[in-house]
């Protein structure tokens, strides 16, 4: 199976606010998602990790990431550039790139933290699995209104662990 898991934020709450589930704090959080990943993801499984994995400590969640189960790709996120060479000496994820087109199960997925308008093998009926503007509303961003919008008939989905409450 493969999974694909953006904006983890490591070191960073914020981005928890809108689970269904509410955190006393850091801590409590990481044990979750090392509980939720690892009760999921399996001996044969891939995870691809689509971006920001911390906001905060780095090598801290690079040490978290070490307890996570099997094999993991990370796609660069905005926040991943600021420690972009400790992650990639870190050995934590096999690949670090900032794009990907993979086959999953005969589709064709192109992988990105961010959304696109346009992304490889779209005319050819391609998926695309983003994060980065996690569980934004219209209110909160104007900009998110848009994206939703253009994305309804597209096979374009946000994978952020806040958009799916963890579920992998």
């Not at 409590?28 to 939720?36: G, M, P, T």
């Not at 005969?106 to 959304?115: I, S």
Request: charged share 25%; proline share 2%; aromatic share 12%.
């Amino acid at each position: 199976m493969i999974y694909y898991i953006p904006d983890t934020h490591q070191g960073n709450l914020r981005v928890f606010n809108k689970w269904s589930k509410s955190f006393a704090g850091l801590d409590e959080l990481e044990s979750e998602i090392i509980r939720r990943w690892n009760k999921k993801v399996n001996s044969d499984d891939v995870v691809y990790v689509l971006g920001d994995i911390a906001e905060g400590n780095y090598i801290k969640a690079i040490n978290i990431y070490k307890k996570l189960n099997e094999i993991k790709h990370l796609i660069v996120g905005n926040h991943d550039l600021k420690m972009q060479k400790e992650i990639e000496e870190s050995y934590v994820f096999e690949t670090v790139e900032f794009m990907k087109l993979i086959d999953n199960n005969g589709r064709k997925v192109c992988l990105c933290h961010y959304p696109l308008m346009d992304w490889m093998e779209f005319s050819r009926g391609g998926y695309h699995v983003y994060g980065h503007i996690h569980n934004k509303t219209s209110k909160n961003d104007p900009a998110y209104t848009q994206i939703k919008e253009y994305y309804k008939d597209k096979l374009a989905f946000n994978a952020g662990v806040d958009v799916t409450n963890l579920n992998l």
